[in-house]
């Protein structure tokens, strides 16, 4: 069995999530984790689990503005975060959008700020959204991962990353089999 993690990253916590991720599924898939704009359609093709994540940008999804305020933050003199390569390409959002009918097993990530979802939103709840508007069959709740304000992993984040993607590759063996 195979599984695609693909991910957006700003700053590089979601794609230390997505890795952690990814080594937690490799207990029972073959897995590729890549970044959203290096995922092409073909990249689907033959897989059974498809794991997306993103950051939180303005309670959501990014857009193409709040990418390029990210590459700002990052400009800025005495910024202490560089963006990832890419970053202000083609986001999670966009390349959803760009995808037809999925016939895979699926479920999103996002990271944020630890406060209530009230006060930060959770791209994941888009981005499930969107998978399940594809023919994505949900395997589990969106999960998010939080990041300080300083925008460093929180500690133990990759760790509970790792635990969920091992959780998930149990789950989604014995659905895959009813499936």
Same mark, same amino acid.
């Given at each position: ?52 994540? $993103?950051?939180?940008?303005? !309670?959501?999804?990014? %857009? &193409?503005? *709040?990418?390029? =305020?990210?590459? #700002? ?58 998978? $399940?508007?594809?023919?994505? !069959?949900?395997?589990? %709740? &969106?999960? *998010?991962?939080? =990041?300080?304000? #300083? ?29």
């Amino acid at each position: 069995m195979r599984a695609v993690v693909v991910y957006e990253s700003m700053y590089g916590n979601t794609r230390a999530v997505a890795e952690a991720i990814g080594e937690g599924l490799r207990s029972t898939y073959a897995v590729t984790v890549v970044p959203v704009a290096r995922a092409g359609a073909e990249l689907l093709d033959g897989a059974t689990l498809l794991v997306v994540g $993103g950051p939180t940008h303005a !309670h959501g999804m990014s %857009r &193409p503005r *709040s990418r390029q =305020a990210a590459v #700002e933050t990052a400009a800025k003199p005495g910024s202490t975060v560089s963006v990832e390569d890419g970053a202000a390409d083609v986001g999670v959002r966009e390349w959803l959008r760009s995808l037809g009918h999925l016939n895979l097993l699926g479920v999103a990530f996002d990271t944020r700020f630890k406060a209530p979802v009230a006060f930060t939103g959770r791209a994941s709840n888009g981005i499930t959204r969107e998978l $399940g508007r594809h023919g994505v !069959h949900l395997v589990a %709740r &969106p999960q *998010s991962f939080f =990041a300080t304000r #300083e925008n460093r992993l929180q500690t133990g984040e990759a760790d509970r990353a790792r635990q969920w993607g091992a959780e998930l590759a149990a789950a989604t063996s014995s659905a895959v089999a009813a499936w």
